[in-house]
């Protein structure tokens, strides 16, 4: 089955920008979907169809994706965004939907 | 606004199955065209996805559950359920249910614990 690959820990100092991957064979011709968790909350979508950013998300979140790698990438890092990202993607009703390991964001 | 909720044991025995309900309120679980998943995360770990069910009642599920899980839908009731067979203590997790995919809605989540 469909594997992807996120690094678990990411680290960054306030302010700058934190580049989140996510890693899977040729991902770049799939939706990639990411979630931010909080500790005890449900996730909450951030980025959808690799790079659409819904209501009420800040524009310091962005994504993109192509050839093996999806990147999710925060600007303008703060405190409040130290917390859990998840990548998925899914193809189509006939394929599992599948969730990357985790990724947790640590700020300097 | 739609919102979901989860309910069901807390605590359920090992060997034995696990079952879920997902009420949706302020929405109908027949209406749109929206997939009705269960995913669960294990205390400390990451996201899996166990499996959805379409609003015309076709299913999806993770290979790796596949062999023990139901989902099924109660539009009478507006609800959807979870049934997970034979657990073990690894199937210990909160579990959450969830509307559509990418997942714009979910549950607020509800921890189940397998142990005797």
Not at chain 1, 31 to 38: E, L, T
Not at chain 1, 84 to 94: E, H
Not at chain 2, 111 to 116: A, D, F, I, N, P
């Amino acid at each position: 089955s469909y594997v992807l690959t996120q690094p678990p820990s990411v680290s960054v100092a306030p302010g700058k920008t934190a580049r989140i991957t996510c890693g899977g064979n040729n991902i770049g011709s799939k939706s990639v979907h990411w979630y931010q968790q909080k500790p005890g909350q449900a996730p909450v979508l951030v980025i959808y169809f690799d790079s659409d950013r819904p209501s009420g998300i800040p524009e310091r979140f962005s994504g993109s994706n192509s050839g093996n790698t999806a990147t999710l990438t925060i600007s303008r890092v703060e405190a409040g965004d130290e917390v859990d990202y998840y990548c998925q993607v899914w193809d189509s009703r006939n394929d599992p939907v599948v969730f990357g390991g985790g990724t947790k964001l640590t700020v300097l | 606004q739609v919102r979901l909720q989860e309910s069901g044991p807390g605590l359920v025995k090992p060997s034995e199955t696990l079952s879920l309900t997902c009420t949706v309120s302020g929405g109908s679980v027949s209406s749109g065209t929206y997939y009705w998943s269960w995913i669960r995360q294990p205390p400390g770990k990451g996201l899996e996805w166990i499996g959805y069910i379409y609003y015309s009642g076709t299913t999806n599920y993770n290979p790796s559950l596949k062999s023990r899980v139901t989902i099924s839908l109660d539009t009478s009731k507006n609800q959807f359920s979870l049934r997970l067979s034979s657990v073990t203590a690894a199937d210990t997790a909160v579990y959450y249910c969830a509307r559509g995919i990418p997942i714009l809605l979910w549950g607020q989540g509800t921890l189940v614990t397998v142990s005797s």
